[in-house]
Nanobody, 119 residues
Framework: VQLQASGGGLVQTGGSLRLSCAAS????????MGWYRQAPGKQRELVAA???????NYGDSVKGRFTIFRDNAKNTVYLQMNSLKPEDTAVYYC??????????????WGQGTLVTVSS
């Protein structure tokens, strides 16, 4: 199973970006999907997550600005980021809890995509 993330880049304060992450491979089903981020010198933190039933939860710092949604038919999760701030600058990683064949589910991580917000 591979997670391919895309959509990062450089944006000015107040701007918007949309990240996407597609899961591919021998997938039976995808449970929870999410986005995490890690800024230089800081621990990785949860940005947003979404269950297979579309229940969402967000980190406090992004509530009201970011929206997570998914396309189950494409095994893809998206993160719409609005009103970006310099403190949103980080490498963003997608994560998915995937069931393959008859094996129990396990976590997979994407390669990370850099988001830079200039002031």
């Amino acid at each position: 199973v591979q997670l391919q993330a895309s959509g990062g880049g450089l944006v000015q304060t107040g701007g918007s970006l949309r990240l996407s992450c597609a899961a591919s491979g021998s997938i039976f089903s995808v449970n929870r999907m999410g986005w995490y981020r890690q800024a230089p010198g800081k621990q990785r933190e949860l940005v947003a997550a979404i269950s297979s039933g579309a229940r969402t939860n967000y980190g406090d710092s992004v509530k009201g600005r970011f929206t997570i949604f998914r396309d189950n038919a494409k095994n893809t999760v998206y993160l719409q980021m609005n009103s970006l701030k310099p403190e949103d600058t980080a490498v963003y990683y997608c994560n998915a809890d995937v069931v393959t064949g008859t094996s129990p589910s396990r976590d997979y991580w994407g390669q990370g995509t850099l988001v830079t917000v200039s002031s």
